[in-house]
């Protein structure tokens, strides 16, 4: 599973905002914003299930897990969402930034 997913996703849209010949709109950079962030907080969202289960079957005594599945499991989560975060406070600071400005 891939960690980064908005990263990969963030790169897509600079190649795609470096090519002149399509104008955006600002409705669909909008658009394709808010389905890249819902996107990537889902596969955040199915990571930490992921290692929720991951855990609890360890938990019961499932063989077929070992407690380093379960471990790198919650690391990929924690990182995911330690991401996430992160995105969003530079997020928050950017909006704040940007309504502070003199018109």
């Not at 962030?37 to 005594?61: H, M, P, W, Y």
């Not at 599945?69 to 919650?74: D, E, F």
């Not at 969402?81 to 995105?87: D, R």
Request: glycine share 4%; hydrophobic share 40%; net charge positive.
């Amino acid at each position: 599973m891939k960690i980064f997913p908005m990263q990969q996703g963030m790169q897509t849209i600079a190649l795609e905002a470096q090519n002149v010949s399509r104008q955006a709109t600002g409705q669909q950079v909008s658009q394709d914003f808010a389905e890249l962030l819902s996107s990537a907080i889902k596969k955040v969202n199915g990571l930490q299930k992921t290692s929720s289960e991951l855990a609890a079957r360890f938990d019961q005594g499932d063989l077929s897990v070992s407690l380093s599945n379960v471990m790198i499991a919650r690391n990929k989560s924690s990182i995911a969402f330690e991401a996430t975060v992160q995105t969003r406070n530079k997020l928050v600071d950017a909006y704040k930034e940007l309504m502070n400005m003199q018109i």
